[in-house]
């Protein structure tokens, strides 16, 4: 193991005599890059949560080259290393966002969700506005990242005078956020706060009443006209 200020000169004299191990930044502490047999080049960050009795940790940034260059690695190790002061332990989040990724995409609830559907009609009608308004703008977007945002870009792609069709998808996507929030078991594991259901959702003046509830207040998710 060597020291040093992790530079692009740095890095390519590494590269160039072809020596594995780790270079490990004098500034930043736990910054360091990787070198492989082969001359592959990986920034990293070994860091612990808590005293000196916490076990080593090491998340791996990226592989040098584009988006990752001294530079960018240096200043996502200084990012990193705000969370790991405010507690955030980066390989968890990194995990979380993954299963996130997988295990909460709306694609894949909406699936889910249209198969517990019973009746022929509204199974339809959800299958028909899932396919056709929500999936192509929510698509693989995880649950506990949808906004008030992303649930208008659902609405503002339709026509303005399918005033019928709107309501029924927005019937559509009440019913699936209520499931989905019903599925405790699957989302309470990502936090001890069911904060990231509290949103709001501006429902357009093609609903002729003056205030709508989701009826799921125990997630706070609201639904309110403007």
Known sequence: MTSGKITKRTIDALISINEQGFLWDQVIKGFGAKITKSGAVSYVLQF?????????????????????TPTTARDE?????????????????????????????FNNY???????????GWRTLVSRSLRIHVKPVLGKKALTKITRVDIVAVFDRMPVTQIANK??????????????VSRVSVVITFGPKFNFWERRVLASSWFDFTRLTCGIASAGFRVCCV
């Open 48 to 68: 612990r949560m808590g005293g000196r009795e916490a076990r080593t940790k090491r998340y791996t940034i990226g592989s040098h080259g584009s988006p990752w």
């Open 110 to 120: 909406a699936d889910s969700f249209e198969k517990s559907c019973n009746g022929k």
């Open 167 to 180: 309501r029924n998808v927005f019937a559509v996507l009440r019913r699936l956020f209520r499931w989905a």
């Open 77 to 105: 190790a200084l990012r990193l290393t705000v969370l790991i002061a405010q507690g955030i332990d980066p390989v968890e989040a990194e995990l979380q966002r993954r299963r996130e990724a997988v295990d909460l995409a």
